[in-house]
């Protein structure tokens, strides 16, 4: 492993409990785990810090009606762009301005949802070869089954003449 002098080995692990603080090499071991814990938490501090961001505009949305990800997709078709952290912040310390910010939210997943159903009436989906041939399947199935309708309503007639 790569070498720290004996004297940072030590100071960083003043405070271990037990010989872990004090017998260099037992502290070598103990100061390099704990130096690999700082780093990989201070990446979860980053993803948690998010999370209860996220958390706290969800709430402040669904308290006016917009579920958390419809309320970020009409900020985006407003063209607002407040992070999670300012929206968490005002969520919880300004709920009369949030409301404004949720009323323009849910106007942006108006629109939003509006122009969805426009390009969907200008473009419909194509329909792909294999349920095509199904559908053509179907359809010729359904006539066959009233071509041999019609000639058994047919025999039938004849029969009773």
Same mark, same amino acid.
């Not at 704990?34 to 501090?45: E, G, N, T």
């Not at 402040?60 to 917009?66: A, L, P, T, Y």
């Given at each position: 492993?790569?070498g720290?002098?004996?004297d940072? =080995?030590?100071?960083? +692990?003043?405070?271990? %409990? ?5 017998c260099?090499?037992i502290?070598?071991r103990?100061v390099?785990k ?6 990989? $938490?201070? *990446?979860?501090?980053k *993803?948690e810090l998010r999370s209860s961001? =996220?958390l706290?505009v969800?709430a402040?949305? %669904?308290?006016?009606?917009?579920k958390y +990800?419809e309320f970020i997709?009409?900020?985006? @078709?407003q ?5 999670? &952290?300012?929206?968490?912040e =005002?969520?919880?310390?300004? #709920?009369? +301005?949030?409301?404004?910010?949720a ?7 108006? !629109? ?7 390009y969907? &009436? +200008?473009?419909? *989906? #194509?329909?792909? #070869?294999?349920?095509?041939? &199904? !559908? *053509?399947? $179907? @359809? $010729?199935?359904?006539? =066959?089954?009233a071509? &041999? @309708?019609?000639k ?5 007639? @004849?029969?009773?003449?």
């Open positions: 492993m790569g720290m002098a004996k940072k =080995i030590l100071e960083l +692990s003043k405070g271990f %409990r037990g010989r872990r603080g004090n260099v090499n502290a070598r103990a390099e704990a130096l690999q814990y700082a780093y990989r $938490d201070r *990446r979860v501090k *993803r961001w =996220i706290a969800n402040g949305g %669904r308290e006016h009606g917009v +990800s997709w009409g900020l985006n @078709a063209n607002i762009t407040l992070n999670r &952290k300012v929206l968490s =005002i969520a919880q310390t300004e #709920p009369y +301005s949030f409301k404004v910010v009323g323009l939210a849910q106007k942006g997943v108006e !629109q939003m949802k509006k122009a969805q159903e426009e969907a &009436k +200008s473009h419909p *989906r #194509p329909i792909s #070869p294999i349920l095509l041939l &199904k !559908q *053509r399947a $179907d @359809a $010729d199935l359904v006539a =066959i089954t071509a &041999k @309708a019609e058994a309503r047919a025999a039938k007639l @004849a029969e009773e003449q």
